[in-house]
């Protein structure tokens, strides 16, 4: 009797649960399970009631250094080994546990419903797809750090997206995790990332019963193909990378007759909010927050954080929304971070508001929006947000490589200046010398 009691009050309790009136989530990705996380005071200050990661949740392969000469050679064109190599499952598992017995975080688990997918280095290797080996055991390894019930469907299925309706009827917010790894073909192959399954599992998703918000969660960008200004320099992956993928992305969305479906992401070690306004007919937003440990800003010395805030603000971009809630002039957030959706159920209309916050939790790039959602501004004729960074006017969408070109060139020709004037003071002095 008192077993079944629990049982109708364990049962109820998680129905009532479930219908809790969401309205702080926290996310965040990249987080370098050795290093010290000190980001887990202001999100946990926060107080979000649901807390996602979009992957890099720990580092888990192993990084040899750059070295171009020697034994083990990671670059140039006689480079003998990978830069990369994925770790044993011992390695991996001793890893999930640093990370899952960090204070912060496990105060965080203890507040917050705590969710997510993965990314390329806890997936198991830098840039991994569809080929990568050690996919199975890793996808069990990663669902049991986030506590997936052992009859979980996700154990059973080929990656691990997922799906999760917070709220009650008529005020749910949709949660979709995207699995970006598991079936992803090449780089450069314009060919899948999410696999048929998967998409055939997100058509009807997105086609399930209506919520007043649905997030779609990302490891890489969605909206933003920053690849496109900073080749051929450096490439980095998103969904731009594989322009049909994206565009059936898009109007699956559109065809759903969803509103306010949103995306965030994370991957790329900055900050930012962008929005495309002519995937579908409202703005669909794309907040990246990255990384929880992992930021550019980290791997230079401060005296230089200048140049890479100049360099920021000087790679063009058309999906960036400037305003003056940022930080920066960029728009871009180079240090530690996590990003925050608040839903003000109360106001009439319902308002949303979008940030991205440093680890003392103060917004360091912020929107406000509302549901429902003003229209696209192509609507208006303005073609804002609208068009994409490949169709950039050359010399600006370049800028970057012409610029580094430039500065190459310039400390060349100085250089030789200087090797020139050498040379010619040497000779000047040998021709004196044989005078005397
Ligand atoms: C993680 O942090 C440790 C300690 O700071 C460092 O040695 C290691 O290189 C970092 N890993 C990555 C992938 O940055
Ligand atoms: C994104 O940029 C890459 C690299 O320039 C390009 O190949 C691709 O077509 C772009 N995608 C979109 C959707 O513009």
């Known amino acids: 009797m008192a077993l079944m009691w629990m049982l109708v009050l364990s049962l109820s309790f998680s129905v009532a649960a479930e219908e809790a009136l969401v309205s702080r989530i926290a996310f965040g990705s990249c987080a370098n399970q050795t290093s010290p996380q000190l980001v887990w005071d202001a999100i946990v200050n926060f107080k979000p009631q649901v807390f996602i990661w979009l992957g890099d949740n720990i580092y888990g392969d192993l990084r040899r250094p750059f070295k171009l000469f020697g034994k083990e050679r990671t670059i140039g064109p006689w480079k003998n080994v990978p830069r990369f190599v994925p770790s044993s499952e011992d390695e991996m598992l001793s890893k999930y546990k640093t990370a899952k017995t960090n204070p912060g975080y496990t105060q965080l688990r203890r507040i917050?419903?705590?969710?997510?997918?993965?990314?390329?280095?806890?997936?198991?290797?830098?840039?991994?797809?569809?080929?990568?080996?050690g996919k199975d055991t890793n996808q069990r390894l990663m669902l049991d750090f986030l506590d997936e019930p052992h009859d979980n469907p996700r154990r059973k299925q080929a990656g691990v997206y997922a799906s999760y309706t917070f709220g009650p009827e008529g005020r749910q917010i949709k949660v979709i995790l995207l699995d970006t790894r598991y079936h992803r073909d090449p780089l450069r192959s314009d060919g899948t990332i999410l696999g048929n399954a998967q998409w055939t599992w997100l058509r009807k998703e997105l086609n399930s019963p209506p919520s007043a918000i649905t997030i779609i969660?990302?490891?890489?960008?969605?909206?933003?193909?920053?690849?496109?200004?900073?080749?051929?320099?450096?490439?980095?992956?998103?969904?731009?990378?594989?322009p049909t993928e994206r565009k059936r992305l898009f109007s699956l969305i559109s065809n759903s007759k969803r509103d306010r479906v949103l995306f965030i992401s994370g991957d790329v070690h900055f900050g930012e909010i962008t929005r495309y306004d002519c995937g579908t007919g409202y703005p669909l937003y794309d907040i990246t927050s990255s990384g929880l440990t992992q930021a550019v800003e980290k791997v230079i010395p401060s005296f230089l954080h200048f140049v890479l805030r100049f360099l920021a603000w000087v790679t063009p971009t058309t999906m960036r929304v400037m305003n003056n809630n940022c930080k920066h002039r960029s728009c871009t957030y180079g240090q530690p971070n996590f990003g925050v959706i608040q839903v003000n159920w109360d106001a009439n209309p319902v308002e949303l508001s979008f940030e991205v916050r440093g680890v003392s939790g103060e917004a360091v790039s912020s929107v406000i929006t509302s549901l429902p959602e003003p229209e696209a501004s192509n609507r208006k004729g303005k073609q804002q947000y609208c068009s994409l960074e490949v169709d950039l006017p050359w010399l600006?969408?370049?800028?970057?490589?012409?610029?580094?070109?430039?500065?190459?060139?310039?400390?060349?020709?100085?250089?030789?200046?200087?090797?020139?004037?050498?040379?010619?003071?040497?000779?000047k002095c040998l021709r004196k010398c044989k005078l005397d």
Request: aromatic share 12%; proline share 1%.
């Open 217 to 242: 969660a990302s490891s890489i960008q969605v909206v933003s193909n920053l690849s496109a200004c900073t080749g051929p320099l450096f490439y980095m992956e998103s969904w731009g990378r594989f």
């Open 396 to 427: 600006v969408r370049h800028r970057l490589a012409i610029l580094f070109s430039f500065s190459v060139a310039v400390a060349i020709v100085v250089q030789l200046g200087v090797l020139y004037m050498a040379i010619s003071v040497m000779v």
């Open 112 to 133: 917050a419903k705590v969710i997510g997918t993965w990314n390329d280095h806890d997936y198991g290797l830098n840039d991994a797809g569809k080929e990568f080996q």
